[in-house]
């Protein structure tokens, strides 16, 4: 069973700059698709950015030029680097890996990680 641990969030002043890891187990992690979710209170839960194998990534147009999201196959891990915090991006945020198998799709999600950016 893969399990994935997200670390790294926490309370941050707007404009200030907090990195996400994404820690993964088992041996799916290098082909998998990845990505960063987040959930606020009374909203859906929404992709912030993705990552392919390859590298290629995409964003959420909220976060275009705010975050950077990146993977270390080696180390089993994402990242999801967030600068210049806005109080709209608190929430808990939740990475993702999605891909194939032998047995069909695959969908592994973390258990979240709270952040919060109030003054």
């Known amino acids: 069973q893969v399990q994935l641990v997200e670390s790294g969030g926490g309370l941050v002043q707007p404009g200030g700059s907090l990195r996400l890891s994404c820690a993964a187990s088992?041996?799916?992690?290098?082909?998998?698709?990845m990505g960063w979710y987040r959930q606020a209170p009374g909203k859906q839960r929404e992709l912030v950015a993705e990552i392919t194998t390859d590298g290629s990534t995409n964003n959420a147009d909220s976060v275009k030029g705010r975050f950077t999201i990146s993977r270390d196959n080696a180390k089993n891990t994402g990242y999801l680097q967030m600068n210049s915090l806005k109080y709209e991006d608190s929430a808990v945020y939740y990475c993702?890996?999605?891909?194939?198998?032998?047995?069909?799709?695959?969908?592994?999600w973390g258990q979240g990680t709270q952040v919060t950016v109030s003054s």
């Open positions: 088992g041996s799916i992690f290098s082909r998998s698709l």
């Open positions: 993702k890996l999605h891909g194939w198998s032998w047995s069909g799709p695959y969908d592994y």
